[in-house]
């Protein structure tokens, strides 16, 4: 990569600064896997979440799948994790922030379904404010008082 850099600019010599962004916790990434103890049929699934999560709607893919019970999910714009998704065997994968071509690599193999980027961060402030909270005990924390995301269903 820096011989490219260099080709770009052979009339000086250009500062620059390699980091490397390796995981040094492997077991630690952008979303979670679970399963359910037993099946679950995938529209029951779907009106549980969007009751437990207070959510006005939530944009699925083609539902194919007659029963869930691998759950993927990942809080905010999760699309980056599609593949991953689906290679480690999810049924259905949860997120917010789809645009409508993500919903094209469901391909049959998975649900998708967005259900919202504030409406799937929501309940972490709570467990972050208790970890700062606990691990700097004079740092100054206070949970934000916004009890909606930004974008409005009408």
């Known amino acids: 990569m820096i011989d490219h850099l260099l080709k770009a600019h052979p009339y000086e010599e250009p500062a620059y600064d390699i ?3 390796d995981n040094t916790y492997s077991e630690v990434g952008g979303g979670v896997i679970g399963t359910l103890k037993a099946p ?6 779907l009106h549980i979440l969007k009751q437990k999560l207070h959510l006005p709607v939530v944009r699925c ?3 194919c799948k007659e029963k869930v019970q691998r ?4 809080g905010g714009s999760g699309s980056f994790l599609i593949g991953d998704a689906k290679s480690a065997g999810a049924d259905i994968f949860l ?3 789809l645009k409508y071509h993500d ?4 391909e049959g193999d998975i649900i998708l379904c967005d259900i919202g980027h504030y409406e799937s961060e929501q309940f972490a402030k709570e ?5 700062i909270s606990e691990k700097f005990r004079t740092f100054a924390c206070q949970i934000s008082e916004r009890k909606h995301g930004y974008v409005n269903y009408i």
Do not use: K, N, P, R
Request: net charge negative; proline share 0%.
């Open 19 to 21: 980091l490397t962004l």
């Open 40 to 45: 679950m049929e995938t529209e029951e699934f």
């Open 61 to 63: 893919s083609d539902l």
């Open 71 to 74: 759950i993927a999910l990942c």
């Open 95 to 97: 997120t917010g922030d």
């Open 103 to 106: 919903f094209q690599q469901a």
């Open 127 to 131: 467990i972050i404010y208790a970890a």
